[in-house]
């Protein structure tokens, strides 16, 4: 009985996460973009060992417990071949894929034959062919028998392979999984074979047991005229009883033997196995393009279920649920609606790929993977290069800042994502840079207005007043350099502060002074007001000095208020300033340029926490489009 106080208090939770529909989809979304760049941005045969330590641990314990099976095969006459994702593993990286976590290999029949018998007759076979045909039934009876028999092999014969099992329980077995290959017909055809496997699929799924399911392929094997017994063909395909046969990522074609044999030694994880003959054919027509990353990860796909497993049987055998846990368990997918409970599942799915693969790409090797992106990132850097190449020639010293100078540091070029270029100034040369500007340049004046829709129609208004000009426009926080026939196609290039201050002046103190400052500029009316409160703090502020060992961004920079500073830059930091390669072109970075971004980025040598791709862009197409009223 539902008390009136529950339903209340149900109502206001299902309520709350109805308004939580449109925050998570959005998270959702994200998460795929980010997906999407990264894994078109990386290599997939330049990734990482999987980071964290219990997984890779359990990746080490399973290659090992399977090279020794592998070996005992071989003693023993049995021939085998590396197979799915091992095998691809293998193939691109001689290891495991980072988010693998099982192990399969594959034997001709002849052969598949042998290892039943050889596994009869050494390991401890479990009886499980009596069971009902589900994955519960079957991680039930093995927990049971791994309990009973610890760290010793078990023999499983399920119907759509051979499994051999070894641990303390169900949560931490290792376990091999052998699958089987037949011969097939000359004169068979693919459709004509899966049209066969459909409708032994469709009787299968209506049986019982494992028993049944087994006896109906022994049947099936020994009618079918398509699967040679003992004579051989050069068509070889998964057997009717491997789960290959009925997986979605089936291969589109026969195999040939010559794929398969001879075998050869491939090396997995520093350890030797048998592999097929010609690897890359076979994996191209289970996977497709090897060289993509798959649509989702899967992460822990195995190992989750082994565990989640575990859980469930923990919780049958107990089976003590109080009134307010069956309430609560009644009730449960109430507190969520339906859409915001189905995209925050997928939302902490993708970004569980996301976090995993930031972990795996070598941030170093990643190209822009976006068309679009690359092609305004070349199109922004022509710009740059004309502005820079004006700086240099009216010698105002400059330095690669933010995004920019980590893309030289770690990319030679544009962080992949990025989409702007920005150079630093020390306060006297951002002044000459300024009036420079006036005199050479189309300027905005100070804008009336903190509104940034209103920025930006001023922006779009100048672009197609003066196409493909250079336009200038004096920020709260940068200069600014505009050039386009609009904002679909506007590049930019903007310039940012840096100041020198007091020697005994300390960095708690600025950051007191950095707050006051931050709310005295909320409560300006526009631009001109927020842009001479600046301009007078800094006339009257003496700890602003011509000329000190401190440095840091200028009042006026956007990077005084975008991160929590520990410590002042040095002048040794900065000056004498050096060149490093940018794109194809060399530009002036500070003199220790790591030390410099460190101070703003701590760990720029690794992902953000997170990154959006493309920002600027589409911060310009989105204003566009609602300054011509176009709908999205």
């Given at each position: ?5 529950k ?10 996460f ?16 980010q997906?999407?760049?990264l ?6 045969s330049?990734?990482l ?9 359990y ?5 090992d ?5 592998c070996?005992i ?6 021939n ?7 095998l691809?593993g ?11 976590d ?7 029949r002849?052969?598949f034959?042998k ?14 062919i ?36 070894k ?5 931490d ?7 089987v290959?037949d011969?097939y017909?000359?004169?068979c055809?693919?459709?004509q074979h899966w ?11 209506n049986?019982a ?10 049947i099936e094997?020994?009618?079918n ?10 068509k ?7 789960w ?15 794929d398969?044999l ?29 060289e993509q ?16 497993s ?7 055998e ?27 599942q ?5 970004y569980?790929e ?5 972990q ?9 993977g976006n068309?679009?992106?690359?092609k ?13 190449a004006?700086?240099e020639?009216?010698?105002l ?28 100034m ?10 420079f ?19 930006f ?6 672009l197609e007043?003066?196409?493909?000009q ?17 904002l679909?196609?506007v590049n930019?290039f903007?310039v940012?502060?840096h ?21 005295k500029a909320e409560?300006?009316?526009n631009?001109?007001e927020?842009?001479?409160l600046?301009?007078s703090?800094?006339?009257?502020n003496?700890n ?10 200028g009042?006026?920079?956007i ?11 040095t ?6 300033l ?13 003199n ?11 760990n720029?040598?690794?992902f953000?926490?997170?990154f959006?791709?493309?920002p600027?862009?589409n911060?310009?197409i ?11």
């Amino acid at each position: 009985m539902i008390t009136e106080n529950k339903r209340y208090v149900l109502k206001k939770i299902i309520k709350f996460f109805e308004n939580k529909e449109f925050h998570y989809k959005n998270l959702y979304r994200d998460a795929i973009k980010q997906y999407k760049f990264l894994t078109n941005s990386t290599n997939v045969s330049s990734l990482l060992p999987n980071p964290i330590k219990k997984d890779r641990d359990y990746q080490i314990k399973l290659v090992d417990y399977c090279h020794e099976l592998c070996s005992i095969f071989e003693k023993e006459g049995i021939n085998y071949y590396l197979a799915y994702g091992n095998l691809l593993g293998a193939y691109r990286n001689g290891s495991f894929i980072p988010w693998d976590d099982d192990f399969d290999i594959e034997l001709l029949r002849e052969d598949f034959n042998k290892l039943k018998k050889y596994c009869e007759e050494n390991f401890i076979e479990i009886p499980i062919i009596e069971s009902s045909y589900n994955d519960y039934h079957r991680f039930q009876i093995l927990d049971k028998y791994i309990k009973k028999y610890p760290n010793k092999v078990l023999y499983l014969l399920n119907p759509d392979c051979i499994k051999l099992v070894k641990g303390t329980s169900i949560e931490d077995s290792l376990q091999l999984d052998c699958l089987v290959l037949d011969y097939y017909r000359n004169d068979c055809t693919l459709k004509q074979h899966w049209n066969y496997l459909a409708n032994l699929k469709n009787r299968i799924n209506n049986l019982a047991t494992d028993k049944e399911v087994l006896d109906t392929f022994n049947i099936e094997i020994a009618n079918n005229e398509n699967v040679l017994k003992k004579e051989k063909s050069s068509k070889i395909y998964y057997g009717i009883d491997s789960w290959s046969s009925y997986d979605r990522y089936r291969a589109n074609a026969f195999f040939d033997e010559k794929d398969y044999l001879p075998a050869q030694k491939i090396i997995f994880e520093g350890k030797k196995f048998l592999a097929p003959n010609n690897p890359e054919r076979i994996l191209r027509l289970n996977y497709g393009n090897i060289e993509q990353f798959p649509e989702n990860l899967d992460l822990h796909r195995h190992l989750d279920k082994q565990q989640n497993s575990a859980e469930l049987l923990k919780q049958v055998e107990k089976k003590q649920y109080s009134d307010e846990k069956k309430f609560v368990i009644k009730h449960i997918k109430n507190l969520f609606s339906k859409k915001t409970e189905m995209y925050q599942q997928k939302f902490r799915k993708k970004y569980g790929e996301v976090k995993f693969l930031k972990q795996v790409i070598d941030i170093k090797t990643m190209k822009c993977g976006n068309a679009e992106l690359r092609k305004h990132q070349l199109s922004e850097f022509e710009f740059c290069k004309e502005m820079i190449a004006k700086i240099e020639k009216i010698n105002l010293p400059y330095f690669l800042v933010g995004g920019t100078l980590i893309g030289a540091l770690r990319h030679r070029g544009y962080v992949p994502w990025d989409d702007d270029f920005d150079i630093g100034m020390m306060r006297k040369d951002y002044t000459q840079m300024q009036k420079f500007a006036k005199d050479d340049f189309i300027e905005i004046p100070p804008l009336e207005s903190l509104d940034r829709i209103y920025q930006f129609e001023q922006m779009n208004e100048y672009l197609e007043k003066y196409p493909n000009q250079i336009i200038f426009l004096q920020g709260c926080h940068w200069l600014r350099f505009i050039r386009g026939t609009n904002l679909l196609d506007v590049n930019y290039f903007e310039v940012f502060a840096h100041d020198y201050f007091a020697e005994d002046y300390q960095m708690e103190e600025h950051k007191k002074y950095l707050q006051d400052i931050k709310l005295k500029a909320e409560k300006t009316k526009n631009y001109k007001e927020k842009i001479e409160l600046y301009s007078s703090e800094m006339d009257n502020n003496p700890n602003f000095v011509d000329f000190s060992s401190k440095i840091y961004y200028g009042l006026d920079s956007i990077g005084s208020y975008i991160i929590n500073p520990t410590e002042f830059m040095t002048q040794n930091m900065i000056f004498p300033l050096k060149r490093l390669k940018f794109e194809d072109t060399e530009f002036s970075v500070p003199n220790d340029s790591k030390a410099y971004i460190e101070i703003q980025y701590k760990n720029f040598m690794n992902f953000p926490n997170h990154f959006e791709v493309a920002p600027t862009v589409n911060e310009k197409i989105n204003m566009y489009k609602k300054i011509k009223g176009i709908k999205k």
